[in-house]
């Protein structure tokens, strides 16, 4: 009996990545009743989850569809294909969903070349499922959504140590229509590196799979190098939120502090990466990587010697945990 394994920490490979995403909590259109992505998925009596790899796809919905109607979609399902629809989905902006931790509907039965030779197998279980928002019948994908699309591809394959290589497929490759399996066709139409594809025609693997290695080769954004105060150090973050601000716009980001921690003394490290990365830390609002921040305030008062009282009342120390 196939095993069923859940991705619970596919939150951690996206952000690892430095790739900004929302979790799409409990939804009165999810039949599945879970609380959130963590607990979605098709019940174990459905078959497992042990994915080694991943299947791309595109939903097929209209041009112009909104990400909610997309998401509703793959949340529902239908008659055919009960949801979840997709383990992860990516908006037409290049927005990103985790969806599910668990077995989704996504690929049927069918073949991964080379691999699969004796019948059709359990797409299903065997490899995890992205689907991103297009018609499929030639509507342009933007430059913005592919890249995107790549580095969460190239992302998974890290965290999880697959090859993008051999490890990553269209859902063309393990269903063709001659495969006696699926009959699908998917990803499909132009794209940066085949702009020239007409209507209905599928995405070559190999340059996808090419494409999403650039990606992972890609330079990451340059992190400022941290101060020299010792070997006792450690990031702590202070987070002060302007509550009588909307949430997500500037004024309510506005009082973020990160902390680093050596010996006596406490210093500020004004890095936006780094106050998103913290606020992300102690939230876990995937939001603030997308919103707009304010004023990063560096106070003097904020680098404190041990035994002074911090903002809190409590006397300053090394430990990070007083804060």
């Not at 668990?102 to 004796?118: E, I, V």
Request: hydrophobic fraction near 35%; glycine fraction near 14%.
């Amino acid at each position: 009996m196939p095993g069923y394994r859940w991705l619970d920490d596919l939150d951690l490979a996206l952000t690892l990545a430095g790739i900004p995403h929302t979790g799409i909590p409990a939804t009165v259109y999810d039949p599945t009743g879970a609380a959130d992505w963590r607990s979605r998925g098709r019940p174990a009596s459905t078959g497992g989850f042990d994915p080694s790899g991943i299947l791309c796809h595109h939903t097929a919905s209209p041009a112009g569809t909104s990400d909610r109607l997309d998401l509703q979609c793959i949340l529902a399902g239908n008659s055919d294909a009960p949801g979840p629809i997709s383990t992860l989905y990516i908006g037409r902006a290049g927005t990103v969903y985790i969806v599910a931790a668990g077995r989704c509907n996504h690929g049927g039965k069918g073949r991964r070349p080379g691999l699969d030779t004796a019948g059709c197998a359990d797409m299903n279980n065997l490899l995890l499922g992205i689907e991103a928002g297009n018609s499929g019948v030639g509507e342009p994908w933007p430059v913005n959504q592919t890249i995107v699309y790549a580095e969460v591809v190239a992302a998974l394959c890290d965290y999880y140590n697959w090859s993008i290589a051999d490890d990553v497929y269209l859902h063309a490759t393990t269903g063709p229509p001659s495969g006696g399996c699926n009959s699908k066709i998917d990803p499909a139409g132009p794209w940066e590196r085949e702009p020239g594809l007409v209507g209905s025609s599928t995405w070559n693997l190999e340059t996808w799979r090419a494409y999403c290695l650039e990606q992972a080769d890609a330079p990451l954004p340059p992190i400022p190098p941290p101060l020299d105060l010792g070997d006792e150090t450690m990031s702590k973050c202070i987070i002060h939120v302007d509550e009588s601000q909307p949430a997500g716009t500037p004024g309510y980001w506005r009082f973020n502090a990160v902390w680093n921690w050596a010996g006596p003394w406490r210093y500020h490290l004004p890095t936006e990466l780094g106050v998103q990365s913290a606020v992300y830390e102690n939230t876990g609002d995937a939001a603030v990587f997308g919103s707009p921040l304010g004023d990063i305030v560096r106070n003097p008062s904020w680098v404190q010697t041990v035994g002074s009282l911090d903002g809190y009342g409590a006397p300053a120390g090394t430990d990070p945990g007083d804060v």
